[in-house]
């Protein structure tokens, strides 16, 4: 029987000149597998079409778009995941979930081997492969950028000389790769990190610069997660969009950082995520209120310990299991409303109320009504302050010898 293959296909050229290329390099069959994570642009069934049209012997899509919506985006929001303190692993999470639907196909369609079109310089195919190891041990792995130098050149050639049905003209010098938790630009001019990024970058945000009248939402949050905006009901997904639509309109969530890969390079990177940054913004400002300060304290270290996790490639891991049922536990509280103004590239949070609050009035109003016994304050700072106090005479005693 011939081989078969499965490759994750994205519509775009390289990875539908991969269909012929890995054909040609192994004599096995393509399937084309083309995930729905949000993304958004031509449907999926055009798509589909053009992996038959450039050979594959059949072409699945699948819409994952409320699975990555609720199982992927809400976790990293309860984790309030920001790699290296700013991007908030847009690519990183989409993955792990294409990876489960490659793996799906490649069981149904009797495949040994899934592809994808991932250079050998960046993490995403570290991702790839360590999800499908985890989650397919059995099958293979093979990339036709790095494994079976299709460069971009050759792609073009490749498509011209078969004539397939997919255009070669169209000159865009970024590598992209969005879904509805946001955008990644990087390489062209981007690579010189004194170059600003220029407007045409931009595609989920307008500029800040000149924003409409500023946007005032309420979001409402049960257990970590959005449940309604301005009062109407909605689903994980509903919510990420709707703030796309409105964040982005007024410019929030634009990101512009090098960052560090897994494979050791520093890289620069443009973001933009403004559903996502609007969503962790107004979850952090409740959680503020409602989850006890030690947990809190030592839930941000673990959420940055998630984002590099999740980050290195490691979605499937143990560790990340384990983090994740801490930070679960964390939500059980985190439910109440936040109010937020969107403007001028900014997120920011003017009220919140929740009936899980830990906030409580009488203890800290410095007005009538005041419940706290300042007298208590005295004893507890003389004890809080002992052991460097005691610490402190050793050194006096210790320099005056
Ligand atoms: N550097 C980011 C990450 O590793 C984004 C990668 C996006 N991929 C792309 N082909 N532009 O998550």
Redesign the pocket.
């Given at each position: 029987m011939t081989e078969r293959i499965v490759l994750a296909y994205s519509g775009g050229l390289d990875t539908s000149v991969a269909i012929g290329w890995i054909g040609e390099a192994t004599g096995a069959e393509v399937i084309a597998v083309a995930v729905d994570v949000g993304q958004g642009g031509e449907s999926l069934e055009t798509i589909r079409q053009r992996a038959l049209g450039c050979g594959a012997v059949e072409a699945y899509v699948a819409d994952a778009s409320d699975e990555f919506a609720n199982e992927y985006c809400m976790p990293t929001l309860k984790a309030n995941a920001l790699?290296q303190g700013h991007?908030p692993?847009?690519?990183?999470i989409s993955r792990p979930v294409i990876v489960k639907h490659l793996v799906k196909a490649a069981r149904e369609f009797g495949a040994t081997t899934v592809a994808h079109g991932?250079t050998g310089k960046?993490?995403?195919q570290v991702r790839f492969e360590v999800g499908i190891q985890t989650l397919g041990p059995d099958l293979k792995c093979i990339a036709p950028v790095r494994d079976l130098a299709l460069t971009r050149d050759k792609a073009i050639a490749f498509a011209e000389e078969k004539g397939l049905p997919i255009e070669t003209t169209k000159k865009n010098p970024y590598?992209?790769?969005q879904n509805v938790w946001g955008r990644?630009?990087?390489?062209g001019y981007l690579e010189d990190i004194w170059n600003a990024p220029t407007k045409d970058i931009y595609d989920y945000t307008a500029t800040p610069e000149f924003p409409p009248a500023p946007d005032e939402v309420t979001i409402s949050f049960e257990a970590g997660v959005p449940v309604a905006i301005d009062g109407v009901k909605v689903t994980p997904l509903q919510a990420i969009k709707e703030l796309n639509r409105r964040a982005g309109a007024q410019g929030v969530g634009r990101i512009d950082v090098v960052?560090d890969?897994l494979v050791g390079i520093k890289?620069r990177?443009i973001?933009e995520a403004p559903g996502a940054m609007a969503l962790i913004t107004a979850h952090k400002h409740l959680e503020d209120i409602t989850v006890e300060r030690e947990q809190a304290r030592f839930k941000a270290s673990v959420g940055q310990r998630w984002a590099e996790l999740v980050?290195d490639g490691q979605w499937f891991s143990p560790l990340k299991r384990s983090l994740d049922a801490f930070i679960e536990d964390t939500q059980k509280y985190v439910s109440g409303d936040i109010r937020m103004t969107l403007h001028g590239g900014q997120a920011v949070v003017n009220g919140r109320r929740s009936d899980t609050s830990l906030y409580d009035f009488d203890l800290a109003t410095y007005d009538t009504g005041d419940t706290f016994d300042q007298s208590m304050a005295r004893g507890f700072i003389e004890l809080w302050g002992m052991s460097a106090k005691v610490a402190s005479g050793r050194d006096i005693r210790v320099a005056g010898e």
């Open positions: 790699y991007y692993l847009v690519s990183a991932c960046g993490n995403d590598s992209i790769d990644a630009v990087e390489t960052e890969r890289s990177e973001y980050y």
